[in-house]
């Protein structure tokens, strides 16, 4: 009786955690909606390739809000498939979603620059181009104290001492490492000596700008807002081709005589292997919903431009993208590779240091001896917890999570001396089933 | 006035009744925590972190705060009743207040540890308001290269100051550093130590570490043991402290406090330096020095309200600057950013509600613990009889299906599970665990504000030592890496005589 009051306490308090959860994913649920929906599919997938909370993410999530808004589809699903900028998520599509012609997948610049800087062995022209749906403008900043006031006079900088110039930003290869990689190439200097510092996202760039560690910062206009707004960083150059509504007092990049434009856009993609009804769907389906009067709300409420384009011109906005994105990010890569001027320390000094260090260590244990061993630790329950773990990884994918999860608890139990097999198997299996049921329908979370 | 107005702020958030209920949750499961020998507060946040994705940041991390702080309290139970600390902050309560339980004062002893609990929590949370603004500022000065250097000396004070040997925690460090390297590098988009396996390019998750670590590597550590298990003291005498016990008591959780909050808010390992120390200071100072080793009250009142006072200390440098320095600390900072939060100087400004909710929810918390571990001992005391088997079988299964959910692979599992194995053989070694989770979060971030200060001295290391803060911060790792030695030649001379 005790083991299943435990299992019970486990379970309520679990339950207990995921009720938000829970009440959240009903309210998202598809209602039951007719399925004489306008443009003939009965339910969508949007793929987001990043963790939930980012601006992948959230496009997906509004994009699914607005969809069931307007009642476009049966119904539609974010699913999150996180990884190496989305380049994981554009695998996933392109290898396991081929021919389905109910799946998008987000995505924009950002992935565009991570699929050449990491050299992916995907590429965006694998998919099925739909529409571009919004953009966000660059920025440069100096902190106050600089002496750049504008423009020309950070490019004279750059022209004297093009490694004095650092620029803080996000992720190498990201928008902001390839607005500064236009900018040093349109003042005239190798981008190669781009002295670029990625930070990772979330304000250090903003903190390391704020301290004066660098010498300009480069991201989107509204990380950087509250700083302009109270005087803390000055913004000398937006990355539009014309001032930006609201904020007329920062003067372009181009009107200050560089031609450097970059939005850093978002798209959706299909899958590749449609044939032309499919495809015609999903554009009609995208195009509804963005010409939607929520959707415009929506936009306005996330300070998001409108930059619908599909069809033919998205195609071929993409194609120029590539040209323009693929020569300027092969220019930064090469500097990675170990420049003149960048990155003085390369990517393998340190996992080097580490390895060796590791390996003299290791050494050491297994050569020394302990004084005091310690006594009555017993081999055999070791190996009958090894042998549940194996069989979990094994059963998992054939027979699912539930008899995996079950087989491992009662290899467990086993191992720490219980000898009524038969009561473990129905505890483990009540535990697991009440897992399952948490994840898949408490967290969204599909076990196997 | 600032901080003052900023906090009635926090509780105007931390006092929302949805926020109340998040806080007693997290306090419940962390006291439950706690009290189970084997599983602690970083292992409990890090399976709960794939479940608060739909949850937001706010009430997430009240209830984490909860957990963190549960954990310390119920941490001393079972240190008192059963002599096997729930986490290593207890070891020291366990060897007097264990005692104390065995002469049949376990009651008092529960009470000596949880009022001075709460002294110490509520003391250091409000030492942590006061400091915590102070250290923002000073932050803002911060460059890659004092981060560096900052990240170095946690390396060096958690491996050299923790555990049996300096070799042992450089050991475990490295193990942490290794896995710390694997992934993409985000500086050049190189992937490193992948061994051409798609699952590793965006490197271990956290997660994965931690709960291989710690839960699977503790089930298969216990697996080889639990022939050796005693059994529960019950808890008798009564709960009310004996006028004497409290005047042994009160200033223990002073000193305690005192020892706890600065010890704690330094980047040198944590909660368990002092709680030893608490220990020997009151060794030191008591009235009947010949009780220690007999069940001295002092021996459970200072340590206890020590390692609660250095829980909040270790706060401090969390938020203000980003930099954990404990495990427990380490996956909070790792949830930080699965929400896309970068704690630092700019996370007050940007957050206020969150951080300064947080910071007021710890007093409720303190609080609602008080409550729930005095008149109601006996029910945690309960969880003691949990069949080991049952126990384990749901820690392994719970932590299995949270690390498929992380990635949805199974290749995160195998990955665990080998973890796990490394870990029991850490275990068995008695090489401590904490040095390698500090190595998976900080070594990444070490090696990036190393090549961006690089970067940003074109590449001039003198230039990064010569400055004062980064110079003076990189003294005092040396300093402690040769402490012992230092102190052993010191008294290698002879001093009488």
């Known amino acids: 009786m ?41 339910s969508v997938t949007l793929i987001a390739p990043a963790a939930p909370g980012g601006g992948w993410d959230q496009l997906a999530r509004e994009m699914q809000r607005e969809m069931e808004r307007q009642q476009l589809a049966g119904s539609a699903q974010v699913e999150n498939i996180p990884g190496a900028a989305g380049t994981i998520g554009l695998a996933h599509l392109i290898s396991a979603r081929r021919g389905d012609g109910r799946t998008l997948l987000v995505n924009g610049l950002v992935m565009l620059g991570a699929v050449l800087w990491n050299g992916s062995p995907v590429s965006l022209t694998q998919a099925t181009p739909i529409a571009r749906l919004v953009g966000e403008h660059e920025v440069v900043a100096v902190p106050a104290a600089s002496p750049h006031h504008d423009m020309r006079s950070l490019v004279a900088a750059l022209r004297e001492n093009p490694a004095g110039v650092s620029w803080g930003g996000g992720s190498a290869g990201g928008t902001d490492h390839i607005l500064a990689g236009l ?81 850093n856009w978002r798209a959706v993609m299909a899958a590749p292997g449609l044939d032309a009804a499919q495809r015609r769907r999903l554009a009609t389906l995208v195009e509804r919903m963005a010409r939607g009067d929520g959707w415009r709300a929506t936009l306005t409420r996330l300070g998001w431009t409108d930059s619908y384009l599909a069809g033919a011109e998205f195609e071929a906005f993409l194609d120029d993208e590539r040209v323009r994105i693929g020569r300027i990010v092969g220019r930064l890569r090469g500097a990675a590779g170990g420049g003149a001027t960048a990155t003085p320390a390369g990517e393998w000094v340190f996992p080097g240091l580490v390895l060796a260090s590791s390996t003299l260590l290791l050494a050491f244990q297994l050569l020394t001896r302990r004084q005091t061993p310690e006594r009555g630790r017993r081999r055999g329950p070791v190996v009958r917890v090894a042998a549940g773990l194996v069989a979990f990884v094994v059963l998992v994918n054939v027979a699912g999570f539930v008899v995996a999860g079950t087989a491992l608890f009662a290899a467990v139990a086993s191992a720490f001396g219980s000898r009524r097999w038969r009561r473990d198997a129905v505890v483990g299996l009540a535990l697991c089933a009440a897992v399952f049921v948490m994840f898949t329908y408490g967290l969204g979370v599909r076990l196997p | 006035m600032d901080t ?16 109340l209920f998040w806080a007693l949750i997290g306090v419940t499961l962390g006291t439950a925590i706690g009290v189970l020998p084997g599983i602690g507060p970083a292992l409990t946040v890090a399976l709960l972190l794939p479940a608060t994705y739909a949850l937001d940041p706010t009430p997430a991390f009240i209830m984490f705060a909860g957990i963190y702080y549960g954990g310390m309290y119920g941490g001393s139970t079972t240190s008192i009743l059963l002599n096997t600390p729930g986490e290593s902050a207890s070891i020291m309560s366990a060897v007097e207040g264990h005692l104390m339980a065995r002469a049949g004062r376990g009651g008092a002893a529960l009470a000596t540890a949880a009022i001075g609990s709460f002294v110490a929590g509520t003391l250091a949370t409000a030492a942590l308001t006061v400091s915590a603004p102070v250290m923002v500022a000073l932050a803002l000065g911060f460059g890659p290269a004092e981060y560096f250097a900052l990240a170095v000396l946690a390396f060096v004070a958690v491996s050299a100051v923790l555990g049996e040997s300096r070799v042992d925690g450089f050991t475990s460090l490295l193990f942490g550093l290794l896995l710390g390297v694997i992934g993409i590098d985000p500086l050049t988009g190189v992937p490193r130590l992948t061994f051409g396996l798609p699952q590793l390019l965006d490197g271990v998750d956290v997660v994965i570490v931690a709960v291989g670590l710690f839960a699977v590597g503790e089930v298969l550590y216990a697996a080889s043991r639990h022939h050796l298990d005693g059994a529960a003291v019950p808890a008798r005498g009564s709960l009310w402290m004996t006028r004497e016990e409290w005047a042994r008591s009160w200033k223990a959780w002073l000193r305690g406090a005192a020892i706890g909050f600065p010890l704690g808010a330094l980047p040198a390992g944590g909660a368990e330096i002092p709680t030893f120390l608490s220990y020997a200071v009151e060794r030191r100072l008591a009235r009947h020095p010949e009780q220690f080793g007999h069940g001295a009250i002092e021996g459970v009142a200072g340590p206890e309200a020590a390692n609660n006072a250095a829980a909040a200390g270790t706060l ?14 380490a996956i909070l900072l790792a949830a930080f950013q699965q929400y896309g939060l970068q704690p630092g100087p700019l996370l007050f400004q940007h957050e206020p509600r969150l951080v300064w909710g947080l910071i007021a929810s710890l007093y409720v918390g303190n609080a609602m613990l008080l409550v729930l571990n005095l008149p109601l001992v006996g029910v945690w005391v309960k969880l003691l009889s949990i069949p080991r088997p049952a126990l384990y079988g749901g820690i392994l299964t719970l932590a299995s299906a949270g690390a498929y959910s992380v990635n949805r692979s199974v290749f995160d599992v195998g990955l665990l599970y080998a973890i796990g194995g490394v870990g029991y053989l850490m275990r068995g070694r008695r090489i401590p665990l904490a040095p390698a989770i500090i190595g998976v979060i900080l070594g990444p971030m070490a090696e990036q504000q190393l090549r961006r200060a690089l970067a940003i001295a074109e590449g001039s290391a003198v230039a990064i030592v010569t400055r004062p803060l980064t110079a003076a911060l990189l003294a005092l790792a040396v300093v402690l890496l040769f402490a012992p030695a230092l102190q052993r030649a010191w008294q290698a001379r002879p001093p009488e005589r």
Do not use: K, W
């Open chain 1, 2 to 42: 005790r083991s299943s009051r435990r299992a019970g306490l486990l379970a309520l308090s679990m339950a207990l955690l995921m009720r938000p959860a829970s009440t959240q994913a009903q309210a998202a649920a598809p209602r039951p909606a007719p399925v004489t929906d306008a443009v003939g599919l009965t």
């Open chain 1, 183 to 263: 900018i040093v190439a349109a003042a005239g200097v190798d981008p190669r000596r781009t002295n670029y510092i990625a930070f990772s996202g979330g304000g250090e760039a903003v903190t390391a700008l704020l301290g004066g560690q660098v010498t300009a910062g480069v991201s989107g206009y509204s990380e950087f807002a509250p700083h302009i707004e109270s005087g803390r960083l000055r913004a000398i150059g937006v990355s539009s081709a014309r001032r930006l509504p609201g904020l007329a007092r920062i003067p372009t990049i181009v009107e200050q005589g560089f031609d450097v434009e970059l939005e």
């Open chain 2, 4 to 19: 003052l107005s900023a906090l009635a702020g926090g509780f105007a958030v931390a006092l929302l009744p949805v926020h």
């Open chain 2, 316 to 329: 401090v440098p969390l938020l203000a600057l980003g930099l954990p320095t404990t495990a427990t600390a």
